[in-house]
């Protein structure tokens, strides 16, 4: 699930400016301190990205510690201060101190139940730690929180497909209970981001994670997105899904008219497989 903490701290990194603060003429000395540590933190790990391997590890980490204090010194003075707890939890989040982030967006959440972000991030601590079951209630609630954040709803649909073992051995969810779930979530996400390719490339994808696909329908997914790739390379990749699919449909030599159009060097590999007579195809 790394993808996806990766995906919720740059978007958290935008949002937690405006967490729990309000209009700047309202603006009490604590709401102030909190959007001051969040541009600090902000700026701090997009440095560190644009540095990659030059990064100063000490200068970076005596930051990180400067910035720990500040937060741990506004919360001693504002101890029901939700907003710091959850974006202090963030910070220690990206540091990969876990165990003391769970804590800190636990005390968030008790403290104001409505914080869409913790709730999502709470699902993710709990994802990556190998609990699902124990997540989706969060990823659940954040989705009912801000039902037009594409985010969550990706977010949730990858916790339902890589977890769905988990889920069905629960027995709480039917296969067919739980393709629907995923494969909204996923179609959600994309409806409500139609710029980020990536949530639409997932969305085609989750057809094959289907016990029973669409073909019909991932043919056309895959289609409209062949129109949004910005580069031959990834169009032509997109026409190899499509190819796929229509040789799991038996129509082998549509298949191979399309096939015929992918002449990147790159994708002559993922070509050739598809190729293969029927019966290995068929396996694979």
């Given at each position: 699930?790394?993808?996806?903490?990766?995906?919720?701290?740059?978007?958290?990194?935008?949002?937690?400016?405006?967490?729990?603060?309000?209009?700047?003429?309202?603006?009490?000395?604590?709401?102030?301190?909190?959007?001051?540590?969040?541009?600090?933190?902000?700026?701090?790990?997009?440095?560190?990205?644009?540095?990659?391997?030059?990064?100063?590890?000490?200068?970076?980490?005596?930051?990180?510690?400067?910035?720990?204090?500040?937060?741990?010194?506004?919360?001693?003075?504002?101890?029901?201060?939700?907003?710091?707890?959850?974006?202090?939890?963030?910070?220690?989040?990206?540091?990969?101190?876990?165990?003391?982030?769970?804590?800190?967006?636990?005390?968030?959440?008790?403290?104001?139940?409505?914080?869409?972000?913790v709730k999502n991030q709470l699902g993710n601590?709990?994802a990556e730690d190998g609990k699902p079951l124990?997540?989706?209630?969060?990823?659940?609630?954040?989705?009912?929180?801000?039902?037009?954040?594409?985010?969550?709803?990706?977010?949730?649909?990858?916790?339902?497909?890589?977890?769905?073992?988990?889920?069905?051995?629960?027995?709480?969810?039917?296969?067919?209970?739980?393709?629907?779930?995923?494969?909204?979530?996923?179609?959600?996400?994309?409806?409500?981001?139609?710029?980020?390719?990536?949530?639409?490339?997932?969305?085609?994808?989750?057809?094959?994670?289907?016990?029973t696909p669409d073909w019909d329908g991932a043919?056309?997914?895959?289609?409209?997105?062949?129109?949004?790739?910005?580069?031959?390379?990834?169009?032509?990749?997109?026409?190899?899904?499509?190819?796929?699919?229509?040789?799991?449909?038996?129509?082998?030599?549509?298949?191979?008219?399309?096939?015929?159009?992918?002449?990147?060097?790159?994708?002559?590999?993922?070509?050739?497989?598809?190729?293969?007579?029927?019966?290995?195809?068929?396996?694979?």
């Amino acid at each position: 699930m790394k993808r996806i903490r990766f995906l919720t701290w740059i978007f958290a990194l935008w949002a937690f400016v405006a967490l729990g603060l309000h209009a700047a003429e309202s603006e009490s000395l604590a709401q102030r301190t909190l959007r001051q540590l969040t541009e600090r933190q902000r700026t701090l790990f997009e440095d560190a990205a644009k540095q990659g391997d030059n990064l100063e590890a000490e200068s970076f980490r005596s930051q990180v510690q400067d910035l720990s204090h500040s937060y741990e010194r506004l919360l001693q003075d504002n101890p029901k201060f939700a907003a710091a707890y959850a974006a202090y939890g963030y910070l220690l989040c990206k540091v990969d101190m876990r165990k003391q982030a769970a804590a800190l967006l636990l005390k968030a959440n008790q403290l104001d139940s409505d914080i869409p972000l913790v709730k999502n991030q709470l699902g993710n601590l709990l994802a990556e730690d190998g609990k699902p079951l124990d997540a989706l209630p969060y990823f659940l609630a954040a989705v009912k929180l801000v039902p037009n954040e594409p985010l969550y709803h990706y977010q949730l649909g990858t916790l339902l497909a890589e977890a769905r073992d988990d889920f069905l051995k629960s027995g709480s969810w039917t296969r067919p209970a739980l393709d629907r779930a995923m494969h909204e979530a996923f179609r959600r996400a994309a409806e409500l981001a139609p710029a980020r390719f990536e949530f639409g490339y997932r969305y085609a994808e989750s057809f094959y994670d289907l016990a029973t696909p669409d073909w019909d329908g991932a043919l056309k997914v895959w289609a409209a997105l062949e129109e949004k790739a910005p580069t031959p390379i990834e169009q032509q990749t997109l026409r190899l899904h499509a190819a796929n699919v229509l040789l799991k449909q038996g129509r082998a030599d549509q298949a191979k008219l399309l096939l015929n159009t992918v002449t990147e060097p790159a994708l002559q590999a993922q070509k050739q497989k598809l190729i293969a007579p029927p019966a290995e195809t068929e396996k694979k």
